[in-house]
């Protein structure tokens, strides 16, 4: 099989080298059965005919492949093969049937091709794993949210696991998870510190593989099997420079000793090598040129000598500077109805080096460039028309030169799946960095990187409002590391406390209370610094502070969490001030004090929390009451006033009324908890009305639609709870059409990463549910 495979250049173990053997063995038997003997002849030509049958059809034509799907944004395969390090990752991970962890610890320098070796080696053997996990450990948003989304792909069901309300409970829950797994899995951590900061979330002993990518080769290997990632080898740089250029085999044989020279001046470095080519080809010249790059390139590194990163060629910067060069030297002015291509494109690629390495949302970075999009009327992302300035045509600009590459979308609501907004772009980390070090201390930088953060702070709040939790997690990791660059930089305004606050939000609904505080704490202190005037902000904040303090202490159905700060004297202050600012508001700003004064009478009069005794919050309650009555109703606070009712009329057996309450509030587009609310209660509505496939539907639009209000868990765990609790009702009644719901419910994608923001109750009930189905699933 092999050699028929390798003589054809197909290969075994690229695409479905498992299925294949499977089918050919079922082929034998199959014939081998056959009583009659037609089918008993089997020859040699026709074994060569059916093995050489390429993956995808196979594939295609089976409907599956013999291997886990790859969770994670893996890289791009890259095109030139570099054996000798696939090579080494492979004897460290023989085919063995011991339970041990295995590692390999890939180190080296940014741009030398770490990442692209571990995308190489899961092309080569992705056949011999279940699940393939690519962790992203850039910062500890994008390691926390990928490994939830590790653990669902290898829990699909949801069915096990258990509850965890931290990275420590998580890492508990990985680790129980990949050690009972019964398959074999692969997990890449991306850009991890050290093999210490990743090994708590891996159990001893397991079926799986960990190939960590770091840059700290100094690092303690421990027990992993390190494997130096260096430079290409000679002959792998010739080639990327004759794809990149784009020779023939003829050019590139006549061309051969300029390609060498070349690749020698760049020091076969593999990022170099494309920025070089990028060079040439986005300059216009070819090959023929090379000679001239070579001497500018000499010329330039002696210049950069104090702009390149520790261990890095002096090369590799200077070869991203003329790249960067060329660029601005494009430049032929502009005005604000037809801004310059290549300037636009420069300042993207500039702000590009303070955010992640991946998933830049492109049109957060155009929007920074062009001066005439700041409008303070829309709050929302800003995304350039056409009409202004095409993202292609600007993006075509960075990638002639390598300088960045396309990534995956951003989770999308379906209508919008292929629509420019989503689109995203990676730049190589060193790359960021030398962009750092060129721009240190420019005047205009510090308002530069305050104009990013207001941008990134549009994305994340409405990513936050609308609920979509994937998009969320995306823009948080840019978010951490802009605030980071930010502090270095000394840049305090009331952008970056809004940041602040807008980031701690999602913490606190994915249950990081004490992140979230923090973060709250961060907010008001840079408040106080710039912005002592601003009311609405300070009172925001004081308001989310005061609220969590409640949740945790005051809630009769939430657990209390330890590690918050904020005391109950300080919590009643805060609210004291709010009040304050909202009575002077009546006149002047009727909408923000009416919408606080719903907000807080509705938590205060919250049936699960409990004032008694405390004498402070009910003078409080009433006064927020009070307040609310002498004010006018406002489109949220007759939402929340439907709400309010539709839970009511749920209590009281009137489904058919609560429905309407609801179908009210969604029509006039709520964001936020009010559309998670109504939506939950709608739900609730028609499954009590025995409306199964209205309910099924809004179900499944909460579990599958990346616009979906994923981000507000508590809405979800009472969803899940009284419409299952539905569920159970009719089957006891005899309706079974209710039974493809519940396990719907039972089966929520990571239920078990959110179930503890539950109260002991909702946990025992979503318990209860998933024993019932697991009982009608074994009697079936």
């Not at 593999?270 to 001239?292: F, K, Q």
């Not at 330039?300 to 030297?329: F, V, W």
């Not at 840079?526 to 005061?546: C, G, K, W, Y």
Request: overall charge negative; charged content about 25%; some cysteine.
């Amino acid at each position: 099989m092999r050699n028929i495979r390798n003589s054809a250049r197909l290969g075994l173990g690229e695409k479905s080298a498992g299925l294949l053997v499977g089918y050919l063995l079922s082929e034998v038997f199959g014939r081998a059965a056959d009583l009659s003997g037609e089918r008993a002849n089997f020859s040699v030509a026709e074994l060569r005919r059916l093995a050489l049958v390429d993956g995808e059809t196979l594939a295609r034509t089976v409907g599956s492949l013999d291997w886990g799907v790859v969770v994670g944004a893996i890289p791009r395969i890259p095109d030139v093969p570099r054996p000798q390090v696939v090579n080494q990752i492979m004897e460290a991970f023989p085919r063995t049937p011991d339970r041990g962890t295995r590692f390999v610890n890939l180190a080296g320098p940014s741009g030398i091709g770490k990442s692209s070796a571990a995308a190489l080696y899961i092309s080569a053997c992705a056949d011999q794993y279940d699940v393939i996990a690519w962790i992203n450990c850039e910062t500890a948003s994008s390691l926390y949210s990928d490994f939830q989304r590790a653990l669902q792909a290898l829990v699909p069901s949801s069915g096990q696991g258990g509850k965890f309300s931290s990275p420590e409970d998580l890492q508990h829950e990985i680790q129980l998870t990949l050690g009972r797994f019964p398959g074999r899995w692969l997990i890449v951590l991306d850009n991890a510190l050290s093999l210490r900061e990743v090994e708590p979330w891996v159990p001893k002993t397991s079926r799986g593989d960990i190939i960590l990518t770091t840059i700290n080769s100094a690092a303690p290997a421990g027990s992993a099997h390190v494997v130096t990632v260096s430079t290409m080898e000679r002959e792998q740089s010739i080639e990327l420079l004759r794809r990149r250029l784009q020779l023939t085999e003829g050019e590139s044989v006549l061309w051969r000793p300029a390609t060498q020279r070349m690749a020698e001046e760049l020091g076969d470095w593999p990022l170099a090598l494309e920025l070089g080519a990028g060079y040439l080809v986005g300059c216009g010249y070819g090959i023929e040129n090379s000679d001239v790059y070579i001497d500018a390139l000499r010329t330039r590194a002696i210049s950069d000598h104090d702009s390149i990163p520790a261990g890095y060629p002096q090369t590799l910067a200077a070869a991203l500077n003329m790249c960067i060069d060329k660029l601005e030297q494009r430049i032929k002015g502009g005005t604000d109805k037809t801004p310059d291509i290549s300037a636009v494109a420069t300042h993207l690629l500039i702000m590009s080096a303070f955010l992640g390495s991946h998933q830049i949302p492109a049109h957060l970075l155009l929007a920074t460039a062009l001066s005439n999009t700041e409008e303070e009327e829309h709050l929302g992302p800003l995304i350039v028309s056409p009409d202004i300035v095409r993202l292609g045509e600007v993006l075509r600009e960075l990638f002639q030169f390598s300088l960045v590459k396309n990534d995956l979308p951003l989770p999308a609501p379906q209508e919008d799946k292929f629509t420019e907004a989503t689109r995203t772009i990676s730049v190589n980390s060193v790359t960021q960095e030398i962009i750092r070090m060129r721009v240190a201390g420019h005047p205009d930088l510090p308002s530069s990187i305050d104009r990013l953060v207001g941008h990134v702070e549009r994305w994340l709040r409405t990513s936050s409002e609308f609920g979509m939790a994937e998009r969320v997690q995306t823009i948080q990791s840019h978010a951490e590391l802009l605030l980071t660059h930010a502090e270095a930089a000394h840049v305090r305004s009331e952008r970056v406390a809004l940041l602040c606050g807008n980031l701690a939000g999602p913490y606190q609904l994915l249950g990081d209370a004490c992140r979230a505080e923090r973060l709250l704490k961060r907010e008001l202190e840079i408040l106080h610094e710039v912005a002592p005037d601003n009311e609405t902000l300070i009172s925001q904040t004081r308001f989310m502070l005061a609220h969590m303090y409640l949740y945790s202490n005051c809630d009769s159905e939430r657990p209390h969490i330890p590690g918050l700060e904020t005391t109950y004297d300080e919590a009643v202050k805060h609210l004291e001030y709010v009040l304050y600012v909202s009575r002077g508001w009546v006149e002047t700003y009727p909408k923000a004090a009416i919408k606080f004064a719903a907000d807080i009478r509705a938590i205060l009069r919250r049936g699960t929390i409990k004032l008694n005794g405390l004498t402070e919050l009910n003078s409080l309650a009433e006064a927020f009451s009070d307040l609310e009555s002498r004010l006018p109703e406002s489109n949220y606070s007759r939402d929340l006033g439907l709400i309010v009712k539709a839970e009511e009329r749920i209590r009281e057996g009137r489904f058919g009324v609560a429905e309407s309450h609801c179908r009210e509030v969604l029509r006039n587009n709520p964001v936020g908890w009010p559309n998670a609310e109504a939506r939950r209660l709608l739900t609730e509505s028609l499954a009590r009305q025995g409306k199964w496939a209205e309910a099924r539907k809004e179900v499944n639009f909460w579990k599958t639609d990346p616009a979906a209000p994923s981000l507000f868990r508590e809405s979800i765990l009472d969803l899940i709870r009284n419409v299952g609790q539905a569920c159970a009702e009719a089957i006891v009644a005899g309706d079974s059409r209710a039974l493809p719901i519940m396990y719907e419910l039972v089966s929520w994608p990571d239920l078990d990463s959110f179930l503890h923001l539950g109260s002991p109750g909702d946990q025992r009930v979503i318990e209860l549910l998933r024993q019932i189905c697991d009982d009608i699933s074994s009697q079936q």
